[in-house]
């Protein structure tokens, strides 16, 4: 059963940082993309952020120059730096990944529990 768990979200004034992480835990064969997207109440979820096993990254424009995504694979965990924090960056943070559970499986997207990010002062 694979699992994501995302951690380190919560509440921070504008101009602040918070560091979110997500660890992909149980038996699969690999991981390819890891990201993160995020959802505020009525409005789709977006991607903010993604990067592939051989270390491309991808950001959202919003969060260009502010936000940094890096992923440790051997810890199979992905990080995502925010600094520069705004109140429009308020959501509830999900953590993606495309995983191949087994060698002669395809792979799927999994998705964590989600961790609310709240900027506000």
């Known amino acids: 059963q694979v699992q994501l768990v995302e951690s380190g979200g919560g509440l921070v004034q504008p101009g602040g940082s918070l560091r979110l992480s997500c660890v992909a835990s149980?038996?699969?064969?690999?991981?390819?993309?890891m990201g993160w997207y995020r959802q505020t109440p009525g409005k789709q979820r977006e991607m903010v952020a993604d990067v592939t096993s051989g270390g491309i990254t991808n950001y959202a424009d919003s969060v260009k120059g502010r936000f940094i995504i890096s992923r440790d694979n051997a810890k199979k965990t992905v990080f995502l730096q925010m600094d520069s924090l705004k109140p429009e960056d308020t959501a509830v943070y999900y953590c993606?990944?495309?995983?191949?559970?087994?060698?002669?499986?395809?792979?799927?997207?999994?998705w964590g529990q989600g961790t609310q990010v709240t900027v506000s002062s």
């Open positions: 993606s990944a495309i995983i191949k559970p087994k060698l002669y499986l395809r792979e799927g997207d999994y």
């Open positions: 149980g038996s699969f064969y690999s991981i390819n993309r």
